[in-house]
């Protein structure tokens, strides 16, 4: 049974930063895609980053050059290091990754998120002015 914890949301005022991991569990797969997603409340659950098992990586156009997503050298763990936040990043984050299919050439602000297979319950991102 795969499983997989988010932690490391929290509260900060714009231009802090925060770094959420997500450690998966019952994992075997040699080949797929992680991505880490957001949903705001009243808006459509979107991605925000993706990284390859080949270790190539996809951004938002919104959190380029903000944020970076990256994996322990193991590759047990994610990262989602954010900084220079701003309001509109608050949102619940997951984490969530396929089923050993690497990443799909799809768009990943809205499409990718429906060839995740196993998902996160979420950690809260709050940035205030």
């Known amino acids: 049974q795969v499983q997989l914890v988010e932690s490391g949301g929290g509260s900060v005022q714009a231009g802090g930063s925060l770094r959420l991991s997500c450690a998966p569990s019952?994992?075997?797969?040699?080949?797929?895609?992680m991505g880490w997603f957001r949903q705001a409340p009243g808006k459509e659950r979107e991605g925000v980053a993706a990284?390859?098992?080949?270790?190539?990586?996809n951004y938002a156009d919104s959190v380029k050059g903000r944020f970076t997503i990256s994996q322990d050298n193991a590759k047990l763990t994610l990262y989602l290091q954010m900084n220079s936040l701003k309001p509109e990043d608050t949102a619940m984050y997951y984490c969530?990754?396929?089923?050993?299919?690497?990443?799909?050439?799809?768009?990943?602000?809205?499409?990718?998120?429906?060839?995740?297979?196993?998902w996160g319950k979420g950690t809260q991102v709050t940035v205030s002015s």
């Open positions: 990284i390859d098992s080949d270790g190539s990586t």
């Open positions: 969530a990754t396929t089923g050993g299919l690497r990443c799909p050439s799809v768009r990943l602000e809205t499409d990718l998120l429906y060839y995740m297979d196993y």
């Open positions: 019952g994992y075997t797969y040699s080949m797929y895609c």
